[in-house]
């Protein structure tokens, strides 16, 4: 962890680093031997945001102020990056570096609204998705529909949106980012159109529903 730290700090050398953890497979915990390695940094002395592909290690950095604004949605931010809000979630031992001066902000940003995310979440996940589905049937990334999917429905049981995928959408979520370059994927790809649309319908009834 510590290498990576140094890693980051080499790369803006110019930035202070006030959170660094894994995300992506990683961060979620659905890493396998082909995973890549990818890190969130949120940088003081930076601007904007961006993706930096440095060998395996993929780094998605974000100024303070947007990293904030991701986590509220912002339509500043795009979907591609808004998509990926929930990684937050992840585990106390994914995160590789809090500064202390970031702490409280941190952990004001895991207190939210459970409804009021997933809400969010499923917008941008879903514009997303939708966007890259008309561009290819198999993208990997398509395996986050299957998660999100059962991520739904542990929040019907609980009221609560948490990083717990229920079955039988975490085998089939597993199943397609194994096999998604081969003829195994062909069977998910009307399923995943079919979970886009009830992830949808499901949406619109949250919202119809209200926030309270």
């Known amino acids: 962890m510590d290498d990576l730290l140094s890693f980051v700090r080499n790369i803006f050398p110019t930035c202070k680093v006030l959170l660094l953890y894994y995300s992506g497979s990683r961060g979620y915990g659905f890493n396998d031997d082909t995973s890549d390695i990818d890190i969130t940094a949120v940088l003081d002395g930076f601007k904007g945001n961006m993706h930096v592909q440095l060998g395996e290690i993929d780094i998605f950095a974000f100024s303070k102020e947007d990293y904030i604004k991701r986590q509220f949605f912002d339509e500043t931010i795009i979907d591609y990056y808004k998509s990926a809000a929930d990684d937050i979630l992840v585990c106390k031992d994914k995160v590789i570096y809090l500064d202390n001066d970031f702490e409280q902000d941190y952990q004001n940003l895991k207190q939210f609204d459970h409804k009021k995310f ?7 996940l879903l514009n997303y998705t939708k966007m890259r589905f008309g561009i290819k049937k198999n993208f990997k990334s398509h395996y986050h529909i299957f998660r999100m999917r059962g991520m739904v429905d542990h929040y019907d049981k609980t009221d609560k949106y948490e990083l717990v995928v229920e079955a ?5 979520m597993m199943d ?3 096999n998604w370059e081969n003829e195994k994927s062909k069977p998910y790809i009307k399923e995943i159109k ?3 649309d009830y992830l949808e319908n499901y949406r619109n009834e ?7």
Do not use: R
């Open 118 to 124: 997933l809400i969010n979440q499923l917008d941008a």
């Open 168 to 172: 039988p959408w975490f085998t089939k």
């Open 206 to 212: 949250l919202i119809k529903c209200g926030l309270g």
């Open 194 to 196: 079919e979970q886009v």
């Open 176 to 178: 397609f980012k194994h």
